[in-house]
Antibody
Framework: QVQLQESGPGLVKSSETLSLTCTVSGGSITTHYWNWIRQPPGKGLEWIGYMSYSGTTNYNPSLKSRVTISADTSKTRFSLKLSSVTAADTAVYFC????????????WGQGTLVTVSS | QSALTQPASVSGSPGQSISISCTGTSSDIGAYNLVSWYQQHPGKAPKLMVYEGSKRPSGVSNRFSGSKSGNTASLTISGLQAEDEADYYCCSHADSGTWVFGGGTKLTVL
C-alpha cells in the first residue's frame, strides 16, 4: 500500500524559495504521476502541478512561472520548489498521486503547513 | 483557470439526503468525464469518494453517488450520518492537461 509523507521547513521568509519533499513508501515514483496541491488556512484546495519520473511536468498556469516539481534519483522522492513566495503562499501543502486515466488523486500525504513570514 | 463553483454550505438531518453541485465550463467538467469528489475532515487529508463522475472506490459507502450533466456535476449523500459532516470538494480535468478544484462545500449534519 503506497503511502506519502511531506517534509520540509515550516517557515519561509518572504521573497525566498519554498522547498518541500514528498517521500513515497510502499512503491516508487517511476510509474504514475505525482502532484502537489495546497490549501491556504480556511480555504479550498488548489492544484499546483504534477510530474512523471520520465520528466513530464504540468503546472497550474497561475503558478507556472514560480514552480518546479522534480524527481529525486532515489526513485522514492519528489520535490516542490516555489520561488519568490509571499504571505499568499502560506498554506498546507499536500503531495498526492494521480491517475490520469481515472482522474483520481489517491493516495494523499497528511499535509504540511508552510508559513511565509515577512 | 478558475475554480469550479460549489455552494459554500449545505445541511441536512440524519437519515435525509443532500446534494452538492459543482459547476464548471466547457473547458473542464463539460469536456471530460473526469470529475472526482473528495471528503475532508478538519486537519485531515482529502479522501476520494467518487471518480469518473459516478464510480465509487472500494470501501466507500454506496450512500455516496455522483452524476454529471453538461457543465455541472453533483454529489448526493443519502441516509445522512453524523460522520458525513465534513468539507467536500469536486475536481475536474481541464484543458491543457491541468486540474481544477471546486471552492469546497461545508456539510453540516443537524
Amino acid at each position: 500500500q503506497v503511502q506519502l509523507q511531506e517534509s520540509g521547513p515550516g517557515l519561509v521568509k518572504s521573497s525566498e524559495t519554498l522547498s518541500l519533499t514528498c517521500t513515497v513508501s510502499g512503491g516508487s515514483i517511476t510509474t504514475h504521476y505525482w502532484n502537489w496541491i495546497r490549501q491556504p488556512p480556511g480555504k479550498g484546495l488548489e492544484w499546483i502541478g504534477y510530474m512523471s519520473y520520465s520528466g513530464t511536468t504540468n503546472y497550474n498556469p497561475s503558478l507556472k512561472s514560480r514552480v518546479t516539481i522534480s524527481a529525486d534519483t532515489s526513485k522514492t522522492r519528489f520535490s516542490l520548489k516555489l520561488s519568490s513566495v509571499t504571505a499568499a503562499d502560506t498554506a498546507v501543502y499536500f503531495c498526492a498521486r494521480v491517475s490520469l486515466v481515472a482522474g483520481t488523486f489517491d493516495p494523499w500525504g497528511q499535509g504540511t503547513l508552510v508559513t511565509v513570514s515577512s | 483557470q478558475s475554480a469550479l463553483t460549489q455552494p459554500a454550505s449545505v445541511s441536512g438531518s440524519p437519515g435525509q439526503s443532500i446534494s452538492i453541485s459543482c459547476t464548471g465550463t466547457s473547458s473542464d467538467i463539460g469536456a471530460y468525464n473526469l470529475v472526482s469528489w473528495y471528503q475532508q475532515h478538519p486537519g485531515k487529508a482529502p479522501k476520494l469518494m467518487v471518480y469518473e463522475g459516478s464510480k465509487r472506490p472500494s470501501g466507500v459507502s454506496n450512500r455516496f453517488s455522483g452524476s454529471k450533466s453538461g457543465n455541472t456535476a453533483s454529489l448526493t449523500i443519502s441516509g445522512l450520518q453524523a460522520e458525513d459532516e465534513a468539507d467536500y470538494y469536486c475536481c475536474s480535468h481541464a484543458d491543457s492537461g491541468t486540474w481544477v478544484f471546486g471552492g469546497g462545500t461545508k456539510l453540516t449534519v443537524l
